[in-house]
C-alpha cells in the first residue's frame, strides 16, 4: 500500500473518530480509540445477529422448498 493511501485511509479513520493523532517532534504516533470503535463494533454485532437469522429463515423456506420438491421430481421421471 502507498503512503498517499495509508494517509487517506488514516484520515478517514480520524475523522470517524476512531483513530486520534498525537505530535512527538517529527513523528505523528496514531492511537485507536476504544470507546467508538466499541460502539461501532455493538452496532456491526446487533445487525451480524439479524442478518444471521434472516440467514437461517432462508436457509429453511430453501429445505422446505426442496423438500416438497422432490418426490414430484421423482414421479416425473418414473412415468
Not at 495509508?6 to 480520524?14: A, C, F, G, Y
Not at 493523532?21 to 452496532?43: F, M, T
Not at 440467514?55 to 421423482?74: I, N, Q, S
Amino acid at each position: 500500500m502507498s503512503q498517499p493511501a495509508i494517509s487517506k485511509h488514516l484520515k478517514v479513520l480520524e475523522g470517524a473518530g476512531l483513530v486520534s493523532r498525537g505530535q512527538d517532534a517529527q513523528r505523528r504516533p496514531r492511537r485507536l480509540e476504544a470507546k467508538p470503535l466499541a460502539v461501532a463494533n455493538e452496532w456491526l454485532e446487533r445487525y451480524r445477529k439479524l442478518l444471521e437469522a434472516n440467514y437461517e429463515r432462508l436457509d429453511a423456506l430453501l429445505e422446505e422448498l426442496k423438500a416438497a420438491d422432490t418426490p414430484k421430481r421423482r414421479r416425473t421421471r418414473g412415468k
